[in-house]
């Protein structure tokens, strides 16, 4: 049936257009919102459009891309389509007429990011990206107006004031938000389209080093202040979890009886179950003696968070104690990865204690398996030499 009360649950189950059939596109009808169709192609994109009449003229107008543009934007517009044709304007000459006034800057407020604070959970670093350095290059023209030769000067001034990785990261955002538009029926083409990152050096890889490793958890005991950051950095180092994922947690979260923490939402936007080992069991089972706060690691009065959010000061003190130089809070996560596959541990084993969505990421840390399988061959190759008398 092609015609029916549309659903996101129902949109989403449509196939593609079957590929032997003469048409290139499968169109469905909402009944529940006349007027508004959705069009379904032969790779299996989905497009909202609103057909109507506009004195006798049969019309239609490009909606945008489900899921881009949600069932619920999709029928609010056709609300409005309906509300300019009740006083005799066309939406189709009213939308020229935006496009041709939108700056980019009235595009970010009033669609990119309502849209990103429904659909990203990290919109703020894109309004933090936005605020910085994009708007005050781009913010005053016209959407339409932008060209490929704006982007890249923006793209090449941002790494001549920060760095090729920084400036990769707002090219990104700007792709995105060109990409969007296109999406939403505002922009034929996006002018970023084939636009170029920077080379970036490889990715930073420090740990741990076998020698260094004694030294931390020497000066990490020996610290007779702030034992709660203390508390922080020893489980980040037990656990690989990542800093705001420790800092943040919460007493509910804990289950001490079962030996796990589990964490709602993490950096990839999933849910994960943390196994506490002993080290780290020791470490929480000290701290839910001495604590009444809802956070595990609460903040000080007058903080305008509930937990300790930087632990900068005292991991420096620690590394400074321990005489251990170019090491960040972020690199114990590495260590624990490394120490993990020191002991056996595969890289599967590894993408799971991390919570790497991506089996990709934990691919930094093959050169340390190699090593250590490197290491049990030649184990082998001692007991056979051993056995053989050879």
């Known amino acids: 049936m092609r015609r029916f009360p549309f659903t996101k649950k129902a949109l989403e ?44 003229r049969k019309k239609c107008l490009t909606l945008g891309e489900f ?26 000459e009213e939308r020229q007429q935006k496009q041709l006034h939108l700056t980019f800057a009235q595009f970010t407020d009033q669609m990119y990011l309502p849209h990103a604070m429904s659909h990203k959970r990290t919109w703020k670093n894109d309004q933090y990206a936005l605020n910085a350095r994009i708007l005050p290059a781009l913010g005053k023209y016209r959407l339409s107006s932008i060209t490929a030769r704006d982007i890249t000067l923006f793209h090449s001034q941002v790494k001549e004031k920060t760095s090729a990785t920084s400036a990769n990261h707002y090219l990104i955002l700007v792709k995105r938000m060109f990409n969007l538009s296109v999406m939403w ?64 947690l919460q007493w509910h979260q804990v289950r001490l009886e079962e030996g796990m923490v589990f964490l709602p939402l ?4 999933r849910s994960r179950t943390v196994i506490l080992n002993t080290k780290a069991m020791e470490v929480m089972r000290e701290l839910a003696r001495n604590n ?13 968070k509930g ?23 972020h690199d114990l996560r590495h260590s624990f990865a490394s120490i993990a596959i020191a002991s056996g541990a595969s890289l599967y084993d ?17 050169h340390l398996s190699k090593d250590s399988l490197q290491k049990a061959t030649e184990k082998v190759s001692q007991m056979l030499e051993m056995a053989g008398g050879l």
């Open 185 to 248: 029926g505002l922009l034929e083409k996006s002018p970023a389209t084939g636009l170029e990152k920077f080379k970036q050096p490889p990715l930073r890889e420090r740990y741990l080093e076998p020698e260094e490793l004694p030294r931390f958890l020497k000066a990490l005991e020996e610290q007779d202040e702030d034992q709660l950051s203390v508390a922080a950095i020893k489980l980040l180092l037990f656990t690989g979890c990542r800093k705001n994922e420790i800092l943040s």
């Open 307 to 329: 937990y300790i959010y930087d632990l900068r000061k005292p991991f420096e003190k620690v590394c400074d104690a321990a005489g251990i130089s170019g090491l960040r809070v």
């Open 350 to 366: 590894v993408q799971k204690l991390l919570g790497h969505s991506d089996p990709s990421m934990t691919q930094r840390y093959a």
């Open 13 to 56: 189950a449509l196939p593609p257009q079957d590929p032997d059939s003469v048409s290139r596109e499968a169109e469905y009808s909402d009944s529940d919102c006349i007027g508004l169709k959705l069009r379904v192609s032969k790779g299996g994109r989905k497009f909202f459009q609103h057909r109507y009449r506009y004195l006798g």
């Open 266 to 269: 993490t950096k990839n936007g």
């Open 292 to 304: 009444s706060s809802d956070y595990v690691f609460p903040s000080r009065a007058g903080t305008r």
């Open 67 to 92: 899921p881009h543009v949600s069932l619920q934007e999709a029928r609010k517009m056709v609300s409005e389509h309906k509300a300019l044709l009740a006083r005799t304007i066309d939406p189709s």
